[in-house]
């Protein structure tokens, strides 16, 4: 059940939200509005997408919500068989209604120590999973995610290379030009927006976004 929520006139300073698709910034604001007193969701993309643009055609939703992760503004993870959707520093920018009922989904573990807790991917394509620790509460415009965090949160990120990019298009069966792909965003010291990249194959899946919208100019627009 949706709920309102504030919005802060600082949203619409920050620079990471401001130099990516207009469409992130909605569904930001769209999983206020669908997360628990204390900033939780169920993560379930269909439903996700049919809350906050019913009418809107988007084949590749899960590409915003991977979009969304990268930039450090929300967290997924499972906890048994619960997958979860975390708004980073929700209860910092939201005051819920006193009479709203506690979050029933599981908090986001702060560290992992053992194999029975994973940080999972049901916010991209991918089917893999991968062990790693979570990153720290982040959000706008006070504290987006450091270089320095991600560093430490996540695995160290090496640039692909020509062909690594190009089989992974191969896979997905896109029309990402792999050569322009991996030019662009050595030009731009392999930063999205103002942050660190920390996953180049969710930055191929928002090229690929971008293609499939009929963008002429791929997903450089985006960046810039």
Known sequence: MARSRNIKPSLFKNEILGEADPLLTILFQGLWCLADREGRLE?????????????RELPNFNGYLTELEQLGFIASYSVGNEDVIQVLNFVKHQSPHKTEKKSELPERPVLIDSQDLTEVAPLNTESLTEVAALIPDSLIPDS??????????????????????????DQRKN??????????????????????????????????????????????????
Do not use: H
């Open 175 to 224: 029309q990402v030009d792999a050569e322009r792909f991996v030019d662009f965003y050595q030009g731009k010291g392999w930063l999205v927006g103002k942050s660190k990249m920390v996953d180049w194959k969710a930055a191929v899946r928002t090229w690929e976004i971008k293609s499939s919208a009929g963008s002429s100019n791929g997903a450089t627009e985006f960046y810039i």
């Open 43 to 55: 993560n379930r993309p269909k439903r996700i997408k049919a809350e906050i643009f019913p009418y």
């Open 144 to 169: 987006c995610v450091s270089i320095d965090t991600l560093k430490t949160s996540r695995k160290r990120f090496s640039p692909p290379s020509i062909s690594q990019v190009s089989e992974y298009c």
